[in-house]
């Protein structure tokens, strides 16, 4: 079992930065890839940023590219999304998941922790 909980989210204006944090605990070792979904009210959860076990790979939704940053501390079981530039259309309830198997990193199905999410508001 892996236990996720994300810290982080808040309301900022368009243009500003949050900083989500996801702290994980239990079978820890156990997870290949990390990745951050978000769900906007009356729409499908989608993937946003994905990192490999090691750091060296990260993935990208296009519309965060360059805006958003993912990151993964191993040794204190922590993984990052810093998010600049934000968006009204970034407002989101945002999941930090772990994959302990195998699977395309951009797939809900790939995951099969979830944390409870954290909201994030960007007002414009």
């Known amino acids: 079992q892996v236990q996720l909980v994300e810290s982080g989210g808040g309301l900022v204006q368009a243009g500003g930065s949050l900083r989500l944090s996801c702290a994980a605990s239990g079978r820890t070792f156990s997870s290949k890839v990390m990745g951050w979904f978000r769900q906007a009210p009356g729409k499908d959860r989608e993937f946003v940023a994905g990192?490999?076990?090691?750091?060296?790979?990260?993935y990208y939704k296009d519309s965060v590219k360059g805006r958003f940053t993912i990151s993964r501390d191993n040794a204190k079981n922590m993984v990052y999304l810093q998010m600049n530039s934000l968006k009204p259309e970034d407002t989101a309830v945002y999941y930090c998941?772990?994959?302990?198997?195998?699977?395309?990193?951009?797939?809900?199905?790939?995951?099969?922790?979830w944390g409870q999410g954290t909201q994030v508001t960007v007002s414009s």
């Open positions: 998941a772990s994959s302990t198997g195998g699977g395309t990193i951009y797939y809900t199905s790939t995951y099969n922790y």
């Open positions: 990192i490999s076990w090691s750091g060296g790979s990260t």
